[in-house]
Antibody, heavy 120, light 106 residues
Framework: EIQLQESGPGLVKPSQSLSLTCSVTGYTITSGYDWSWIRKFPGNKMEWMGYISYSGSTNYNPSLKSRISITRDTSKNQFFLQLNSVTTEDTATYYC?????????????WGQGASVTVSS | DIQMTQSPSLLSASVGDRVTLSCKASQNIYKYLNWYQQKLGEAPKLLIYYTNSLQTGIPSRFSGSGSGTDYTLTISSLQPEDVATYFCQQYNSWLTFGSGTKLEIK
C-alpha cells in the first residue's frame, strides 16, 4: 500500500524559502505517475502547485512559476517542494500526492498534510 | 482558470438520508471531475473519478453524475462514518478545486 508523508518546518519567516519533503513508501517514484504538491489555505481554498514526473520533468502552476521548484531524490524515494520569497499569503497546509496525469487526472494517494505558517 | 463552486458549504443530514452535494464549473469540463473525501486529521481520499467511476474500495452508496458544468456526488444512505469534508477537482489545462462541502450528522 502506498503511503506519503510530508515533513518540514512549521514556521517560516517572510521573504525566506519554504522547504518540504514528501517521503513515499509502497511505490517507487520512478516507476510511474507524477508526484504533486497541493496546498489548502485557511478558508479551504485549494491550489495545485505543480508536479515532478516519474522521469524527472516538472510542471508548475503558472501563478507560482517564478517561485517554485520541485525536485527529487530517487535513492531515498522522496520528492521536495521549495517555494521562495514567501509571504503571509503562503500560510497553508501543504499536501503531497500521487497524480495520474494520463487518464483521469486524479490524485489517488495523498499525505496527511503539513501545516506551514509564514510569520515573523 | 476554471472556477469550481460547491454547494452547500455545510450540510446537516440524518443517518440513512439520501444526500446530494453539488459542484459547478465555470465552463464545460467534459466530465473530468473527481470527488474526494477528507475526514478530520486525515489525508484526502479519492472517491469518484471521471464523474461517475467509483474508486476501488469505496462503498457503493457513493455515486457521481453530471456533465458539462454541473456535477453531483450522492450518498444513497448516509452513515456516521461519512462525516467529512467533500471536495471536487477538475482537469482542464491544469487542476482546480472546489472549496468543499462539510457534511455533518443531524
Amino acid at each position: 500500500e502506498i503511503q506519503l508523508q510530508e515533513s518540514g518546518p512549521g514556521l517560516v519567516k517572510p521573504s525566506q524559502s519554504l522547504s518540504l519533503t514528501c517521503s513515499v513508501t509502497g511505490y517507487t517514484i520512478t516507476s510511474g505517475y507524477d508526484w504533486s504538491w497541493i496546498r489548502k489555505f485557511p478558508g479551504n481554498k485549494m491550489e495545485w502547485m505543480g508536479y515532478i514526473s516519474y522521469s524527472g520533468s516538472t510542471n508548475y502552476n503558472p501563478s507560482l512559476k517564478s517561485r517554485i521548484s520541485i525536485t527529487r531524490d530517487t535513492s531515498k524515494n522522496q520528492f521536495f517542494l521549495q517555494l521562495n520569497s514567501v509571504t503571509t499569503e503562503d500560510t497553508a497546509t501543504y499536501y503531497c500526492a500521487r497524480y495520474d496525469n494520463n487518464y483521469y487526472y486524479v490524485m489517488d494517494a495523498w499525505g496527511q498534510g503539513a501545516s506551514v505558517t509564514v510569520s515573523s | 482558470d476554471i472556477q469550481m463552486t460547491q454547494s452547500p458549504s455545510l450540510l446537516s443530514a440524518s443517518v440513512g438520508d439520501r444526500v446530494t452535494l453539488s459542484c459547478k464549473a465555470s465552463q464545460n469540463i467534459y466530465k473530468y471531475l473527481n470527488w474526494y473525501q477528507q475526514k478530520l486529521g486525515e489525508a484526502p481520499k479519492l472517491l469518484i473519478y471521471y464523474t461517475n467511476s467509483l474508486q476501488t474500495g469505496i462503498p457503493s452508496r457513493f455515486s457521481g453524475s453530471g456533465s458539462g458544468t454541473d456535477y453531483t456526488l450522492t450518498i444513497s444512505s448516509l452513515q456516521p462514518e461519512d462525516v467529512a469534508t467533500y471536495f471536487c477537482q477538475q482537469y482542464n489545462s491544469w487542476l482546480t478545486f472546489g472549496s468543499g462541502t462539510k457534511l455533518e450528522i443531524k
